[in-house]
């Protein structure tokens, strides 16, 4: 549909999406990709202020559903303010966490029904979806040992093991389920193993470019 391509990256807590990021943003400018780096919750002035609302700790009494609905309220903003012109400009799109992350989150997380998300996607997506999704896996354990040593945690990193366990899971099947737009990367190994994985992604994606 459109001539750039819309990539997102995923992953859970502790996956090292930052330095992978990194990569990649070096890679498409190496290739001379016309690219925009943005993330979600977020991404415009608006869903940033949405994603405070969502991350601060001090909201403990957010409802699972106003979670699920500001999740959706920024992409909506996120999507008509940057993603979309960029791709009407024939730009490139990397986008840290998208859609899948709310499957994964509020759908496997906290237990959301299903259908109500993929109702919220059609609304506020249409048939808009990324072209590829980069999946960064990490068994739970050793992903929160990162989290941990990092310091500072957010509303989400508070949860329990069981919950980062649930979001893995569902992100696994959500990459069995489309495994044309999937791309699974095992963080585990030394980071040049991982840039290794990563680099024959992303030749593939830019094949054609
Ligand atoms: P980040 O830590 O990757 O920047 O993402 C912020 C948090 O928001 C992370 O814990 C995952 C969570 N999240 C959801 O729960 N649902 C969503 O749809 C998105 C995009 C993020």
Redesign the pocket.
Known sequence: MYKGKFITIE?S?GAG?STNIQYIQDYLQAKNIDFIAT????GTPIAEKI?DL??DKKNTSLCEDT??LL??A??SQHLNELIIPALEAGKWVLS???????????GG??GLAKNKISQLEQWVQGDLRPDATILLDIPVELGMERVRNRGET????EEQMSFFKRIRDTYLQLAKDNPQRFHIINTEPAIDEVYQQLKLVLDQLTQND
Do not use: H, I
């Open positions: 992953g807590e999406k993330r979600e919750p977020g994603r969502l991350l979670e699920l999740m959706f920024a992409r840290d966490r998208f859609t899948d992350a709310t499957y994964a989150y509020q997380g906290r957010d509303r989400f990193e």
